[in-house]
T-cell receptor, first 110, second 114 residues
């Protein structure tokens, strides 16, 4: 059974204070690790897909990295508008479904 | 393009009532999914349709039924609503071909069962 654990559950940062969110996973044959952003009252918004260890993807202040056991979402010099819940999900070999973690709630204060 | 649309946005039901949640996509995607999201539980898969004409159970299918009406539409039915089904329901789609399995979500339906 695929498992995804995200930490911390909640993170409070000051504007400009860089940090990282963690996604640890166990999966039989990784076929993709996905990061999403979810704003309150809205559906999750797709950010990145990573397929193999060593891969990195960037978008504005966000950079996602992948190892064989975990992924990090690095947030550089965050702004208040980066406040959201960030979700991680994995797809295992042979499956057309994703397994989601419970998310990290990020709050960036001005 | 509207992407993924869901109706209704909000619904209040009494225990025992039935209703159907509608989902439609204009992304020409093959696969569609229904999730529920509860505080502290994350997103849990209810049912999915890997392709038109097929449906499969997810993690929490009890109390629900689905219909893949055509490639664009996937509905979720609650036959006899229970308070435990109070939740936010999300529909999602994915290309479901090759290596493209990132999912795109609708805005959600907020359901309260009293």
């Amino acid at each position: 059974e695929d498992q995804v654990t995200q930490s911390p559950e909640a993170l409070r940062l000051q504007e400009g204070e860089s940090s990282s969110l963690n996604c640890s996973y166990t999966v039989s044959g990784l076929r993709g690790l996905f990061w999403y952003r979810q704003d309150p009252g809205k559906g999750p918004e797709f950010l990145f897909t990573l397929y193999s260890a060593g891969e990195e993807k960037e978008k504005e202040r966000l950079k996602a990295t992948l190892t064989k056991k975990e992924s990090f979402l690095h947030i550089t010099a965050p702004k208040p508008e980066d406040s959201a819940t960030y979700l991680c999900a994995v797809r295992g070999s042979g499956y057309s479904t994703l397994t989601f973690g419970k998310g990290t709630m990020l709050l960036v204060s001005p | 393009n509207a992407g993924v649309t869901q109706t209704p946005k909000f619904q209040v039901l009494k225990t025992g009532q039935s209703m159907t949640l509608q989902c439609a996509q204009d992304m020409n995607h093959n696969s569609m999914y229904w999730y529920r999201q509860d505080p502290g539980m994350g997103l849990r898969l209810i049912y999915y349709s890997a392709s038109e004409g097929t449906t499969d159970k997810g993690e929490v299918p009890n109390g629900y039924n689905v219909s893949r009406l055509n490639k664009r539409e996937f509905s979720l039915r609650l036959e006899s609503a229970a308070p435990s089904q109070t939740s936010v329901y999300f529909c999602a789609t994915t290309p479901g071909t090759g290596i493209s399995y990132e999912q795109y979500f609708g805005p959600g339906t907020r359901l309260t069962v009293t």
